[in-house]
């Protein structure tokens, strides 16, 4: 096991890159590591070979964070997160200051997300996605990278990255990874460990609603719906639903038939939620 090369700055990242004249794949992260992007490196790895470089990006980005959000207390576990990454052959680390990856201060000139950032997770968190878009730009320039890999946990962030590489003409293809999920159906998210044992178990309804959706997809949207939300209502006490929607693949509204997918967001105690699930509507 060796460990990767950690750069700070953006010399040390070029320099880290000069390198190796593979091919590179990046995933990137807030740090807080877990078995999800534990998943993420391993399909990177397996994109680039054994020759190739795996860049993970570590960067708790205030953009992305709107009032009253959970910045401050956002999970910081830089040391456990290069133990990950060293074990699963990770070549460069990535970790800048903010000063460093923001040098003149909240950048003057952004990333408009475009009407499928006001919806769903964009309206209720209304800057977040232009702060995602902004800080994935950004690092997809700086890493260059032949792959970027994101998990499918964050489906709604994975479709806006992907149509922002296309509108914009970014040589780098964008991978999605299915999400990683807890025995008991909990899709993995560092927020997981704000949980008490009690809110977890209330936590497991997303997974269960998203499932039974799924299996009702042979008789119709609506159904898929009414399933998710019959499971949804069994925990009303303590799952405080945001959305429930079913869209298309791309995240249209309203698919009648094809490939779609069910979303879900939620608060279990003060910790919010989000998950989603394929679903097949013949």
Do not use: W
């Not at 779609?260 to 013949?282: C, F, K, M, S, Y």
Request: hydrophobic residues 45%; aromatic residues 4%; glycine residues 8%.
């Amino acid at each position: 096991m060796t460990d990767p090369i950690v750069a700070r700055t953006r010399d040390e990242l070029a320099e880290a890159l000069a390198q190796s004249e593979d091919e590179s794949a990046v995933v990137m992260t807030l740090g807080a590591l877990h078995e999800g992007h534990r998943a993420l490196i391993r399909a990177a790895r397996e994109l680039v070979g054994s020759g190739g470089t795996v860049l993970v990006t570590v960067f708790v980005n205030p953009l992305q964070f709107g009032p009253g959000e959970d910045f401050e207390r956002y999970p910081r576990t830089f040391e456990a997160d290069l133990a990950m990454c060293a074990d699963e052959g990770v070549d460069v680390v990535f970790a800048p200051a903010a000063d460093e990856l923001y040098p003149h201060g909240d950048p003057q000139v952004g990333i408009v997300p475009g009407p499928l950032g006001a919806e769903l997770e964009g309206a209720v968190r209304p800057t977040h996605f232009a702060g995602v878009l902004t800080v994935v730009a950004k690092l997809l320039n700086l890493t260059v990278p032949s792959y970027a890999v994101f998990g499918e946990k964050d489906y709604q962030q994975l479709t806006l990255v992907r149509r922002m590489v296309a509108d914009l003409e970014m040589p780098y293809e964008i991978v999605g990874v299915p999400t990683v999920r807890e025995d008991g159906g909990l899709a993995l998210s560092s927020r997981n460990r704000y949980l008490s044992a009690d809110e977890r178990t209330a936590a497991l309804a997303l997974s269960r609603a998203l499932r039974a959706g799924a299996a009702a997809a042979g008789t119709g949207p609506d159904a898929v719906v009414a399933a998710a939300r019959a499971e949804l209502a069994a925990e009303a006490d303590a799952v405080a639903v945001d959305y429930l929607e079913l869209r298309s693949a791309e995240l249209a509204p309203r698919p009648e038939h094809g490939p779609a997918r069910l979303l879900v967001a939620a608060r279990v105690g003060t910790t919010r939620l989000i998950d989603n699930i394929a679903v097949d509507l013949p």
